[in-house]
C-alpha cells in the first residue's frame, strides 16, 4: 500500500508518464506532465512562504488546476482545503478563518467574495487568481509559468519539503456543507485516504477479476468541496491511473457522458434518477407508437430481469426477451446515456432508490453502493459488483471494525477513521469516544456482514405515538416514484400523522412540454391539474411501499424550487431539514389543519 497521495502521484509519473490523466476541454495532460505541473505551484507555495502543516484554501471550478493545486500544496507540505463554490461571503469568511487558510487560490468568478472578506482573515496572506490579476491579486498563470522555468533547478526543494508529509498528517481539511449548525472542518489523513483505496481496489480485483488498466475514463463533475467525489475521482483516479475529464458546470453532464464514456463513474442518486427519468421520458416523446410500445415493454423486463439478478424476482421465461431487447434496447441505451464502457458504478452519499437499483441492473449496469461519511475518509463499507444485496450497503472495508450500539447506532473504528475535527473540541467529545467513531445513522447487519442503514438519529420522527419513523426513507419512497418531483420534506414529530412539502423537478418545463401542458413558470405549473394529479399518483405510489404509520396522509405542491442558492439544499443536493422546517412553518401548519387541508384517502 502506498503511504501518502504523494506516492501515487510520483509513481504515476514514474511508472505510466505516457498515459492521460486529465481531459480539461481543449487541455489534455500525461501524468509525467501532471507531476511537472504540480511540482511548479508547489514552487510557488513554497516562495509564497508556505510551511509544513500550513493550509492552502481552493474554491475553483472543476477543472485541471484544481487537483493540480491540491497536490502542488501537499508536494510543499501543507494541507490543501477545497471551499464550496456555493458559499455566501459569511460562510466562507467563516471555513477560511477556522482553517486559517494563509493562500487562497480561486477562480475569477469568486474573487469578488476574498476582496470583500479579506480583512477579516489576518491568517490570509495571499490570494492567487485564475487569470488576470488586479492590484493586490497575484496570476496563477504568471506565477507558475515563472516556476515551470525554474524547476529543472529546484526540484530538491520540492523533495526535500514533500518528504516532511506523514501518512497520518492531514491530505486534505473537508467541511460538512452544514445541514445543521455551522460547518465542521473534518481531518482526513493521507493513511485513511490510502486504507480506504487500498480495500476498494481489493474488491474491485476480486469483483473483476483484476484491476481496471490504465488509462480508464472517469468523470468529475460533483464539487471536490466533497469527500465522495474528491475519492472517486481524485484519489481512486489517481490510484487507478485513469484519465478524468473534468466537466465544469453539472448541468452540462448529461450531454458529455455519451462522449466521454466512462469506466468508473459515481452519482449521487438524484444523478441517477434523473438517467432513469431520461429513459422513462422517451415513452412519451419517442414519435412512432411503435417504438413507445417496445419501449415501454423493454423498461418492464429490465425492471423483472433486474429483480431476478438480485435474486428477488421469479424469473421463468425472462431471458429470451431480456436478450431480445439487449440487442433492440438495452445497448442503445446504454450508449445514449453515457454506460457502455461502464465497469465500476457507484452511487454514494445519500440513499438510493432499489427501483433504480432494480432497472439499471436489468439494462446492463450494476450500481454499487458505498456507505461512508467524510469522518470515515468517505467510504466503510461497499457493496459487491458480483454479489451486490439489495437493501444494503455492502460489507465493511477490509482492516474496519462495525458494532452496533444498544440504541442501534452505528460505530466505527479503523485506520480510515478521521483524527477529528479541526478546532471542535466539544463534537470531538461527541462523535469520537473510546477509539470508535458514532455515526449517527442507525444500523443493521445481517449474519454475512452485509450492512443496512435504517435511518438517522437526528433524522428520526416520533410521532404521536410515539412510533420511530426514518422520514429520509420516506422521502426517498415519494420522490423515486415521479420524474416530476424534485425534493420531498416529511414530517411529523409528536403529530398523529406525517404531512409531505414537495418541490417540482428542475426539468418541469420538459416534463410538462412533453405532455403539451402550457405553463410558464413553476407556481403556474404548481396549480395545474395534470401537474397535481401526477404528484397525487406519485404519493400513493410511494405510500404503497411505506408501511402504514410511515404513509404521509397530506402533501402540497410549493409554486417555487429549492436548490442551493436558495438555500435549502447542500451543494450536494440533500435536504437541510432544519432550513425547510424553520422557513415553511405556516405550510405544515396548514396541513394539519382539516379545514384548510384535505387528506390523501
Not at 39 to 49: E, F, Y
Not at 113 to 140: C, H, N, Q, Y
Not at 444 to 471: F, T
Not at 511 to 524: F, G, K, L, N, Q
Amino acid at each position: 500500500m502506498n503511504d501518502t497521495v504523494i506516492d501515487l502521484v510520483r509513481r504515476n509519473a514514474a511508472d505510466h508518464g505516457d498515459v492521460m490523466a486529465i481531459v480539461d476541454g481543449d487541455r489534455r495532460l500525461t501524468w509525467a506532465e501532471y507531476e511537472r505541473e504540480a511540482q511548479a505551484i508547489a514552487l510557488v507555495l513554497l516562495d509564497l512562504g508556505i510551511e509544513p502543516g500550513d493550509v492552502v484554501g481552493l474554491q475553483l471550478v472543476n477543472r485541471a488546476e484544481h487537483v493540480l493545486a491540491d497536490v502542488g500544496a501537499m508536494l510543499a507540505g501543507a494541507t490543501p482545503s477545497s471551499y464550496y463554490n456555493t458559499l455566501a461571503a459569511e460562510q466562507l469568511a467563516y471555513v477560511a478563518a477556522d482553517s486559517a487558510c494563509k493562500v487562497c487560490i480561486v477562480d475569477s468568478e469568486f474573487l469578488p467574495t476574498w476582496l470583500a472578506i479579506k480583512d477579516s482573515l489576518p491568517e490570509l496572506r495571499t490570494i492567487v487568481v485564475m487569470g488576470s490579476a488586479p492590484k493586490g491579486v497575484l496570476s496563477f498563470e504568471v506565477l507558475t509559468a515563472a516556476a515551470q522555468a525554474s524547476l529543472p533547478d529546484r526540484v530538491a526543494e520540492i523533495h526535500e519539503a514533500a518528504a516532511k508529509v506523514h501518512p497520518d498528517d492531514p491530505a486534505t481539511i473537508i467541511y460538512t456543507s452544514g445541514t445543521t449548525g455551522p460547518p465542521k472542518g473534518t481531518l482526513v489523513t493521507h493513511a485513511g485516504i490510502c486504507t480506504v483505496l487500498d480495500g476498494i481496489l481489493t474488491r474491485v480485483a476480486k469483483d473483476l477479476g483484476a484491476i481496471p488498466e490504465p488509462g480508464r475514463a472517469q468523470v468529475s463533475y460533483l464539487p471536490l468541496a466533497h469527500l465522495a467525489e474528491r475519492m472517486i475521482t481524485h484519489y481512486l483516479g489517481t490510484a487507478l491511473v485513469s484519465t478524468v475529464t473534468y466537466v465544469r458546470d453539472l448541468r452540462l453532464l448529461a450531454e458529455n457522458l455519451p462522449t466521454i464514456q466512462p469506466h468508473v463513474f459515481l452519482a449521487v442518486p438524484r444523478v441517477w434518477e434523473k438517467l432513469l427519468g431520461a429513459v422513462t421520458e422517451r415513452t412519451v416523446t419517442e414519435q412512432s407508437p411503435v417504438r413507445r410500445a417496445l419501449l415501454r415493454r423493454a423498461i418492464v423486463v429490465a425492471r423483472e430481469f433486474g429483480r431476478v439478478r438480485f435474486g428477488t424476482g421469479a424469473g421463468p421465461g425472462l431471458r429470451v426477451q431480456h436478450a431480445v431487447f439487449e440487442r433492440l434496447v438495452y445497448r442503445s441505451i446504454r450508449r445514449a446515456l453515457g454506460l457502455d464502457e461502464m465497469l465500476v458504478a457507484v452511487s454514494g452519499a445519500a440513499p438510493i432508490s432499489q427501483e433504480v437499483l432494480v432497472f439499471f441492473r436489468g439494462i446492463g449496469v450494476t450500481i454499487v453502493e458505498a456507505y461512508g461519511m467524510t469522518e470515515t475518509s468517505a467510504v466503510l463499507t461497499l457493496n459487491s459488483l458480483s454479489e451486490p444485496r439489495l437493501g444494503t450497503v455492502g460489507r465493511a472495508l477490509p482492516g474496519v471494525e462495525l458494532r452496533l450500539a444498544d440504541d442501534g447506532e452505528l460505530l466505527a473504528r479503523g485506520r480510515i477513521i478521521s483524527p477529528g475535527y479541526l478546532n471542535r473540541a466539544d463534537a470531538n467529545a461527541d462523535t469520537f469516544i473510546n477509539g470508535w467513531l458514532h455515526t449517527g445513522d442507525l444500523g443493521q447487519i445481517d449474519a454475512d456482514g452485509y450492512l443496512s442503514i435504517v435511518g438517522r438519529k437526528k433524522e428520526l420522527i416520533i410521532n404521536a405515538a410515539g412510533k420511530n419513523i426514518s422520514a429520509a426513507n420516506v422521502e426517498q419512497a415519494l420522490s423515486s416514484a415521479s420524474d416530476l418531483i424534485g425534493s420531498v420534506y416529511v414530517h411529523g414529530d409528536n403529530r398523529p400523522y406525517l404531512v409531505a412539502l414537495i418541490t417540482l423537478d428542475p426539468g418541469w418545463r420538459q416534463w410538462c412540454t412533453a405532455r403539451h401542458i402550457e405553463v410558464t413558470s413553476p407556481a403556474d405549473a404548481a396549480q395545474h391539474p395534470a401537474v397535481q394529479a401526477e404528484i397525487e399518483h406519485a404519493v400513493r405510489a410511494g405510500n404503497d411501499r411505506l408501511s402504514r404509520v410511515e404513509q404521509v396522509k397530506r402533501w402540497t405542491l410549493l409554486d417555487s424550487l429549492w436548490g442551493t442558492d436558495s438555500g435549502e439544499l447542500t451543494p450536494t443536493l440533500k435536504l437541510k431539514r432544519s432550513v425547510v422546517r424553520d422557513k415553511y412553518v405556516d405550510a405544515l401548519d396548514t396541513l394539519y389543519d382539516p379545514e384548510r387541508s384535505k387528506e390523501l384517502k
